[in-house]
T-cell receptor
């Protein structure tokens, strides 16, 4: 079974631009979560989608948005990029959202490394 | 406000010895804790977890201990192997929010020396 795939793997943008990152979950997985990893803050939760609906949202400004399609693929968009948005953006998929986590709750993709100049 | 803290950014251990990675949390609503391991250029992979109703969970060479009163958990790896060299993240979640919204620490880079 193929893992979580994220495209592109690397991206360089300039301040003020916008960017769209893509995530394809494991086949059959319907829940997709997005995280931002920076050296100082570790991994921070951005948002989670299930059945094309945002179910949870982290503490990020409105410049960060996302969506999920009917095939469970998800995209996240960052508008008006700032230098501080440079980070590794990770996507994680799970079969369905569940209250009692099991050991295989989330599978992470390799991430998209975004550099803002 | 860092709700999950890993105060050691790095740790170096001799092969065969015990590695102990520590994690502290501040949110008393957290009731499920996980450890993830991350190699460069890969996403984190799940390692081991513990529920707040337990104080210890063991899986092979990996044991996680939870001290709820101190809001502290630790991951013990024994014996440490070169392949254990990676960045380790602890994560926590209040189950009421579901397991998809995890709060992670900043990570500890573990290096196992031969």
């Amino acid at each position: 079974k193929a893992g979580v795939t994220q495209t592109p793997r690397y991206l360089i943008k300039t301040r003020g631009q916008q960017v769209t990152l893509s995530c394809s979950p494991i086949s059959g997985h319907r829940s997709v979560s997005w995280y931002q990893q920076t050296p100082g803050q570790g991994l921070q939760f951005l948002f989670e989608y299930f059945s094309e609906t945002q179910r949870n949202k982290g503490n990020f400004p409105g410049r960060f948005s996302g969506r999920q399609f009917s095939n469970s693929r998800s995209e996240m968009n960052v508008s008006t990029l700032e230098l501080g948005d440079s980070a590794l953006y990770l996507c994680a998929s799970s079969l369905v959202p569940r209250r009692v986590p099991s050991t295989d709750t989330q599978y992470f993709g390799p991430g998209t490394r975004l550099t803002v100049l | 406000d860092q709700q999950v803290k890993q105060n050691s950014p790095s740790l170096s251990v001799q092969e065969g010895r015990i590695s102990i990675l520590n994690c502290d949390y501040t949110n008393s609503m957290f009731d499920y804790f996980l450890w993830y391991k991350k190699y460069p250029a890969e996403g984190p992979t799940f390692l081991i977890s513990i529920s707040s109703i337990k104080d210890k969970n063991e899986d092979g060479r990996f044991t996680v201990f939870l001290n709820k009163s101190a809001k502290h958990l630790s991951l013990h790896i024994v014996p440490s192997q070169p392949g254990d060299s990676a960045v380790y993240f602890c994560a926590a979640t209040p189950l009421i929010q579901g397991a998809q919204k995890l709060v992670f620490g900043q990570g500890t880079r573990l290096t196992i020396n031969p």
